[in-house]
């Protein structure tokens, strides 16, 4: 049969959107810090108005070389161009839902919100720092973790020197909050 009239197996167009829009509670705001909101809608403004423009321009140009069977350029700027759609559609939707918390408002306060950078130690006596950023913004590697997540509910709304509980793999654990900071607002322009 002609590759053509093959169907694409369901629900593979939308595995982004599905599994990471799902790691949103449903009927909450998508929160973000103005950065993390200024760097996902430079994302999608560039797809929009620079890749998705050459891509098309490619698969046309590659359409008019006859068959597209074997035509690597229009098979490959096709299957791009269904990424670069998908990526949009998962952007436009988030951004559509985004709150964004300026954690520069909180600067001073020792109780930790949203954009907190807390410095907290267990009961073994190790001490790890944590920012609480969102969902979207969220880089492991950097010591971020998104708001929804078990260390951040178990941090939220304490304060230095409390001590909260974390249901971990191994049981409970017992963390006490050593310090908590905010970034400085920015000076007004």
């Known amino acids: 049969m002609n590759k053509a009239f093959t169907k694409e197996p369901e629900g593979d167009?939308?595995?982004?959107?599905?599994?990471?829009?799902?790691?949103?509670?449903?009927?909450?705001?998508?929160?973000?810090?103005?950065?993390?909101?200024?760097?996902?809608?430079?994302?999608?403004?560039?797809?929009?108005?620079e890749e998705r423009p050459k891509?098309?321009?490619?698969?046309?140009?590659?359409?008019?070389?006859?068959?597209?069977?074997?035509?690597?350029?229009?098979?490959?700027?096709?299957?791009?161009?269904?990424?670069?759609?998908?990526?949009?559609?998962?952007?436009?939707?988030?951004?559509?839902?985004?709150?964004?918390?300026?954690?520069?408002?909180?600067?001073?306060?020792?109780?930790?919100?949203?954009?907190?950078?807390?410095?907290?130690?267990n009961s073994r006596g190790e001490e790890r720092t944590i920012t609480i950023k969102g969902i979207d913004e969220v880089d492991n590697l950097q010591g971020e973790v998104s708001w929804i997540s078990p260390i951040a509910r178990a941090l939220l709304k304490s304060r230095v020197g409390d001590e909260v509980s974390l249901m971990t793999p191994g049981g409970l654990e017992k963390l006490e909050v050593v310090d908590v900071t905010y970034p400085s607002p920015s000076p007004k322009a």
């Open 13 to 49: 167009d939308d595995d982004e959107e599905g599994v990471v829009a799902s790691a949103i509670p449903p009927g909450t705001r998508n929160y973000l810090t103005p950065e993390g909101y200024k760097r996902l809608r430079e994302e999608l403004m560039t797809l929009l108005d």
């Open 55 to 121: 891509i098309v321009e490619v698969v046309s140009w590659a359409a008019k070389n006859g068959d597209r069977s074997e035509n690597g350029d229009y098979l490959y700027g096709k299957k791009r161009l269904r990424e670069i759609d998908r990526r949009i559609r998962f952007l436009t939707k988030r951004l559509d839902i985004a709150e964004v918390a300026d954690p520069s408002i909180h600067h001073g306060s020792d109780q930790v919100f949203f954009g907190a950078t807390v410095t907290y130690e």
